[in-house]
């Protein structure tokens, strides 16, 4: 999957809204912004600066950044717009003489960035809300009638956890599975966004609310979520891991091959060194061709929703 | 982190499941201190993250999405989809010369990274083109490379190195306690020889994937080609004795070639010029014969005698004579170069000495010289094309020269010379590609100047050694090249520049030859001498014109058959790969 810049534009807004960076000048290809303490935490790769902020009080003084999406339609607009900046000071220009435009440098500079699909600043925003937004306890935002009602309404927590499941072998693939369960029920929800579908969702606890107790403890629910998806894993087809196993036995069978004779080396020494090459020999391949699957946590956290009847 | 096998699951996978608890951990601690939360926003934009560069397939190249202001080749892709899906990531890539390898190993590198498969890299490359990679990985792939400098460095992702540097003490214990997820390997024919350390080093590094990189898999015979794929896959191409019996008849003969075709395209891609859409433009040569002028004939006559008689009086010893070598070199260029060198040696000899004099009526030789003939027609030459021109000498004064006296006569020239330092080399060659109309430059190999805007090339003086002249035209004429590349030699008629032209260009018509194959000639030629040295030799040797001719000429058939030889060996090559 590739993203247009206005994906990665809408990305970036994201990321900048959410951690209260200053926005100070917006078109449809860049974004000049002031970051915020936390951005610039995240993001610069400053820490001495950051250690020292934190140790002696002083007021911290961010980074600023242009993060330009559309390179060549932003550089026409630029050179537009300069133009257009020439022509205004043409008047004033006849009488103090034209002063060219000189690069700011020094601590008000503006750094420009073109952010694009590959680059490292994308990543490097992904990875920080990743960090960020890891462990989540949200409650369902009712409409506003819900405060003037006579009875609270209950409501059900649900353990959420979006998954990442990594196949690999001497290639590799990937799959996201978002899942929840009600701590209540016990009620899988798979794909649990479809359950959160136009739901208002916040940290703050509404009024007239009431929160079933929980039959579940996190720990047994977060078994059954994990058992719920190795079903799934295993209903996956495994033709790509028989492939490896195969590839993975006809290396090994060369390398058996060539060290056959190798091994007769009469010489005790030399022998060991043979023994050695060949068992690392045989390592490196297991390690480089072996089917496995690893499952980690890109977020998780509880959901409180309002209980369906 | 907190791993575990589901054994207690009551679905079981048929490859082993690794499932990574933490999250549980820090929800559970979060819960205990009621905090903090993250953001649902920032969750969510994670998410999106995280699926937009989820790999889906397999099979599919990722690399080229991620790879803004790159467009390889076809050729460049058809390898990197081979190495990827029919090698598994061990391979030797064997371009010829000026094809790309580079950005092949690029590629490759970055699409494992992207899939996660490799994080922890290490590079060795020779030392002078250590910081090339860092750079070209960086700005080219956005790779974080780092250059090897001191100890610590180790200790980074993604390393490059010089080998020499990594197989030495205390380096190698720690390289070889790591686990390398790929190991690249830059001009690795030097690996050729089982017994060697570096050979031995790289066969004990611990690497899941590996890449060798090398214009010339077969040098010498065909055992370098065995072990260079034995420090890939040992046994890729059968036992040792199998290899032998099944695959080598004569020293660089192969036979079975279809069989042995079949197992080295397994290891191995080879992309040659010529082939497919990559065209390289045409080189034109023109040789540019000049007459010296009496007075500078006078100086040239002057040198000659004085190292001839040198040379005589040392009993034929070059190592000894290495400034006077160089004088005789120095006088086809200019008279600055020669006087230089003429004051340095007469500091180092005593007053009394009856060489002094002979120093001194030399320098008056050049106070005689009141035009150069060379830089006159150099000019002359420039004003004729009216385009971008690059100028080669091998020499700083005669660099200096030509600077003051091509701007004397109103030509914007910028000098470029080894010793300058990485932000100098970048600004000349901007000004060049700017404003500049010569460039004026000493130094040819090393790394990063590629002149591919101009197409325009004068050797000054001709180095002695044909390996520099390639270089030189391979600054010029390279891919990215629109135009076809003219290459104009100046020589001086009845010297030995005459000679040294003769043999480059008509014996072994190296300025039209495709490159690559030149320096497996010259390794094959030099085997007990340089080619350098043996022109000294003879033309020291020699008494008349006619006998350094004839000595030339001879030499200049060695080159020839060695270079037929070459062409036969990759022809039979070309015929198992196709």
Known sequence: ?309 | MNTSNTSENPHTLPVPLHIDRSWLDQLNNRLEKGGPWGDWGLAQLAIRGEEARLVTSFDELQCLKHLQGLSPLPHQLDTTRKVLFEMSGRAILADEVGLGKTIEAGMILKEYMIRGLVSKVLILVPASLVLQWVRELNSKFGIPAIAQKKAYTWHSDIVVASIDTAKRDPHKDFLLSQEYDMLIIDEAHKLKNKKTTNYQFIQKLRKKYCLLLTATPVQNDMTELFNLITLLKPGQLGRQGDFATNFVVGKRQPKNQEQLKDELAKVMIRNRRGEGPVQFTKRHVTNVSLQLSPEEQALYDGVTAFVKDEYRASGGNLSSMLSLVTLQREVCSSRDAVFLTLVNLSKKIPDESPLTAKVWELVNAIRAIKANTKAEKTIELIRQMNEKVIVFTEYRATQEYLLQYFQKHGLICVPYRGGMNRGKKDWMMDLFRGRAQVMIATEAGGEGINLQFCHHMINFDLPWNPMRVEQRIGRVHRLGQQNDVKIYNLSTSGTIEEHILHLLHEKINMFEMVIGGLDVILERFEKQESLEKRLVKMFLESDSNEEIRQKVNSLGQTLDQIKQQVDYESETMKEEEA
């Not at chain 1, 306890?137 to 009875?151: G, H, K």
């Not at chain 1, 794909?191 to 208002?200: A, I, Q, S, Y």
């Not at chain 1, 509404?206 to 058992?227: K, M, R, W, Y």
């Not at chain 1, 891991?241 to 004779?261: F, H, S, T």
């Open chain 1, 1 to 309: 999957m590739s993203m247009s810049p206005q994906e990665v534009r809408e990305h970036m807004m994201t990321y900048l809204e959410s951690t209260e960076c200053q926005i100070i000048e917006k078109s449809p290809y860049h974004v000049t912004v002031k970051l915020s303490p936390q951005a610039d935490r995240q993001l610069t790769g400053r820490p001495y600066y950051w250690g020292f902020v934190d140790r002696t009080g002083a007021e911290p003084e961010t980074l600023s950044f242009t993060f330009v999406f559309d390179p060549e339609r932003y550089d026409q607009h630029e050179q537009e717009k300069t133009a257009a900046a020439r022509q205004q000071d043409h008047l004033l220009s006849r009488y103090y003489g034209t002063a060219p435009l000189l690069p700011q440098l020094g601590p008000g500079r503006i750094q420009r960035e073109d952010v694009t699909y590959g680059s490292a600043r994308l990543q490097q925003i992904w990875n920080a809300a990743r960090q960020e937004g890891f462990c989540l306890y949200l409650f369902e935002q009712p409409p506003s009638l819900q405060r003037e009602t006579l009875f609270s309404a209950p409501y059900e927590p649900w353990l959420g956890v979006c998954f990442k499941a990594e196949m690999a072998c001497d290639m590799k693939k990937e799959e996201l599975h978002f899942i929840g369960i009600s701590l209540v029920s016990g009620q899988i929800a798979s794909p649990f966004p479809d359950r959160l579908k136009g739901l208002t969702l916040s940290p703050r606890l509404p009024e007239n609310v009431h929160i079933q107790p929980a039959t579940l403890s996190l720990d047994a629910a977060a078994g059954l979520l994990e058992s719920y998806l190795t079903g799934k894993l295993a209903e996956m087809d495994y033709g790509w891991a028989e492939q490896a196993k195969e590839r993975l036995k006809e290396e090994l069978a060369v390398i058996d091959i060539y060290y056959e004779d190798l091994l007769k080396e009469p010489d005790e020494e030399k022998l060991a060194a043979i023994r050695e090459q060949f068992a690392s020999r045989r390592s490196e391949t297991t390690w480089q061709y072996e089917p496995k699957v690893h499952l980690s946590a890109i977020t998780c956290g509880l959901f409180h929703l309002r209980s369906k009847g």
